[in-house]
């Protein structure tokens, strides 16, 4: 097994990156999740970032570039690149960009290759604003964390109480929707 590569400034480890101002939270990736989708034929794509949302930031950073890398070959390369790029916000709103890039353009760390989604709503309130755009389906805005953390129990040597940390905070969601074999 070959370890991933350790992070470079700016950028997050694991297969999912943020290029992002030091120390922020709205660029704090929490969660990564890739399910077949409940339609046959379809693969969810799921970012979380910013754990404590919106308290320690209330929308995306707007200098920062989300990406989510996919290999394709198991050769540790990005074949395949999805970037969501946020305008700053603005009178509660805030807008998406989000782009699909695959061979050199994949990994390249600037947001390029084909634009999907532009300028989609962001949803901070409780309904989502699902986008579609040529199959794809996507939506991002303030979610609850799907985290659960029974913190008094871990401290009191596993003996669990059912008190979850995570029951009152929320997360930003990127969420994607792509036809089977994109991903």
Known sequence: MV???EPRHGELSGSARATRPAASAPGD????FVFPAAEAGRTVLIM???????????A?????????????????????????????????????????ATGAEARDHAPGGQAVITDGAVAFGAEPNVLESGGTRFSAGLRSDPFFA???????????????????KNVFGIVLEVPGGQP
């Open 3 to 5: 370890a991933p590569p």
């Open 29 to 32: 990736l929490t969660d990564l």
């Open 48 to 58: 979380n970032v910013n754990p404590f949302a919106p308290t320690q930031g209330a």
């Open 60 to 100: 995306f950073h707007p200098d920062a570039v989300y990406r989510i890398n996919i290999d394709t070959d198991g050769d540790d390369i990005a074949d395949l690149a999805y970037s969501f790029v946020f305008s700053a916000p603005a009178d509660g709103r805030q807008t998406v960009t989000v782009r699909r």
């Open 150 to 168: 029974d913190l008094d129990g871990i401290v009191d040597e596993f003996r669990w109480t059912g008190n979850d940390f995570g029951a009152d």
